[in-house]
């Protein structure tokens, strides 16, 4: 199940950050996000030196703690993508789509003209998009 | 020469030149949001944005005749169904639909299906009182106005709004005999 997803804009600044548990443990989640941000900032600072990885922008697992897994994802202008996901057991593949659909709900929230880059998305539109991504993650490869 | 046959509004978009529609769409957001910081008044930028339509329409008439070869329509009903079946496939590539006549014949609305202009768009809470597609309802009234039919254009319905379709009210006020400027002895 994924707790929290989040987006980071190119300065670090948060752009949208929700979690979807019951109990209140944002703070903590957000925490977890936060910390992520160091990871994600690493692997770009020292790229592997093999070709197809230079372009890649799904970060892949970013690190493990004991509860939760952590995946990253960065688009060519520097925004980032965070998931954290209890499920210990992830396929990649799954990961991968899940961030695809959520960069495209991403262009098309960005793309209102009312959205000013760099703020904080507030489109319900967007919310509404990214809840359902989240609730059928990992759908098709259980069924 | 014989005129030509009246060509359908799909025919006519198939052999226009065409633009992305996702850089018209931002095109026109930009615009809509470039007037929002310009006017401050969300009652201005709709007034602009009929202004707008209504230079667009003033000129847009005459290639709309000159492609579409269409004859002269007998009255306005036959008028609106041209603009909703002929006119909005040619420029936009969506087909509108006439209903909701008046008794008279002279008040009816035209419903858009699917509106290009809107792609993307949500309104923010400030600007609820925006009619973010009223360049649309500028051009039908710059348009008709060109072929002496003064109309009135408002917008009944905006998915934009929460509505759940978009319609706009065309009502014809007068039809205006053609006047011919010159005096005789000019």
Known sequence: MIVCVAVVGHQNNP????????????????????????????????????????????????????????????????VKFILVTT????????????????????????????????????????????????????????? | MAPADPRSGDAIFANVERVNAELFTLTYGATVRQLLTDLEEVEEVNKQLD???????????????????????????????????????????????VTNWDANDTCCSIMLEDNPLVDFVELPDTCQGLYYCNILSGVIRGALEMVSMKTEVTWLRDVLRGDDAYEMQVKLLKQVPEEYPYKDDE
Not at chain 1, 32 to 56: A, M
Not at chain 2, 70 to 82: L, W
């Open chain 1, 15 to 78: 752009l949208y950050i929700q979690s979807f548990t019951e109990e209140d443990d944002a703070l903590k989640l957000h925490h977890i996000v936060h910390c992520s941000l160091d990871v994600v900032d690493e692997r770009v600072n020292n790229p592997k030196k093999s070709g197809p990885t230079l372009n890649e922008t799904f970060l892949g697992l970013l690190y493990p703690t004991e509860n939760y897994k952590v995946y990253g994802y960065l688009t060519n202008t520097k």
């Open chain 1, 87 to 143: 499920d210990l057991d992830v396929r990649d593949a799954d990961v991968r789509n899940f961030f695809r659909s959520f960069h495209a709900a991403y262009v098309d929230a960005v793309s209102n003209p009312f959205h000013v880059p760099g703020k904080k998305i507030t489109s319900k539109t967007f919310a509404n998009r990214v809840s359902t991504i989240v609730k059928s993650f990992g759908l098709s490869s259980a069924g």
């Open chain 2, 51 to 97: 202004q707008m339509g209504y230079n667009i329409g003033i000129r847009l008439i005459d290639e709309f005749l000159a492609k579409s070869n269409v004859a002269r329509c007998v009255d306005f009903k036959e008028t609106a169904e041209m603009i909703a079946k002929v006119g909005f496939k040619m420029f936009l590539g969506v087909t509108a639909t």
